[in-house]
C-alpha cells in the first residue's frame, strides 16, 4: 500500500534523513524513522493526539537533552 509521508518542517540535517515521518493509512497513523524507512510503527488517532499534546505541554523535554 502506497502511502504519502510526511515530514515536519523542523527536521535537522541537510540530506533530511533525521526526522519522523507520519502518514494516514484508513484509520491508522503510521510512524518511521526517514533514516530507516523498514521500520514502521502504527497506532490511532487517540493515542497519536494525547502524545502530541504531551510533546507541546513539555513532558519529554528532558529525553532529548
Do not use: H
Not at 11 to 32: D, F, K, P
Not at 54 to 63: I, P, T
Amino acid at each position: 500500500m502506497s502511502r504519502a509521508w510526511r515530514k515536519s518542517s523542523y527536521s535537522a540535517g541537510t540530506q533530511g534523513n533525521e526526522c519522523v515521518e507520519l502518514a494516514a493509512t484508513g484509520g491508522a497513523i503510521c510512524l518511521r524513522e526517514s533514516d530507516d524507512p523498514r521500520v514502521v510503527l502504527t497506532t490511532t488517532p487517540p493515542p497519536l493526539a494525547a502524545f502530541i499534546r504531551a510533546a507541546k505541554a513539555g513532558e519529554f523535554d528532558g529525553l532529548t537533552e
